[in-house]
């Protein structure tokens, strides 16, 4: 059986809002896209299908977890995002295909090309989006 990404955030112990509840309202989005918002999610609560929906919610939970990711610069941003969701990943013991991944590997690939090795991150980020 499916998990819901409710038991998801709380497997991995991240606050989740489902939205409406008995005696509480909350003002923020809760479509199936969801939001970040100081560290909570606020989603609609159900089943995670598709693994790159899966991977998505992942990342909002990667962003939930480290508010840093948000104001760094862009291929790094995608770079420790993914990092992230792979551990995440691993911790529920799902494995996301490799092709959710291909165009944050294109994008990171693109963002380094032209950088020198000193750059923190840079050569790890290199390596990651050529596998």
């Known amino acids: 059986m499916r998990k819901t990404f409710q038991q998801i955030a709380t497997e991995l112990e991240v606050p989740y809002c489902g939205g409406v509840r008995k005696g509480f309202y909350c003002h923020e989005q809760h479509d199936l896209a969801g939001s970040v918002v100081d560290g909570t999610i606020h989603m609609r609560d159900h089943k995670s299908g598709r693994p790159s929906a899966q991977v998505a919610f992942l990342k909002m939970v990667a962003r ?3 508010p840093s990711l948000d104001t760094d610069i862009p291929w790094r941003r995608v770079y420790r995002t993914d990092a992230a969701v792979y551990e995440l990943a691993r911790r529920i013991h799902i494995r996301p295909p490799k ?3 291909d165009f944050d590997r ?7 090309a032209g950088l020198s090795n ?4 840079r050569k790890q980020a290199y390596d990651w989006s050529r596998r």
């Open 106 to 112: 294109a994008f990171v690939r693109a963002g380094v």
């Open 99 to 101: 092709k959710v991944f």
């Open 64 to 66: 939930a977890r480290d």
């Open 118 to 121: 000193d750059i923190p991150m």
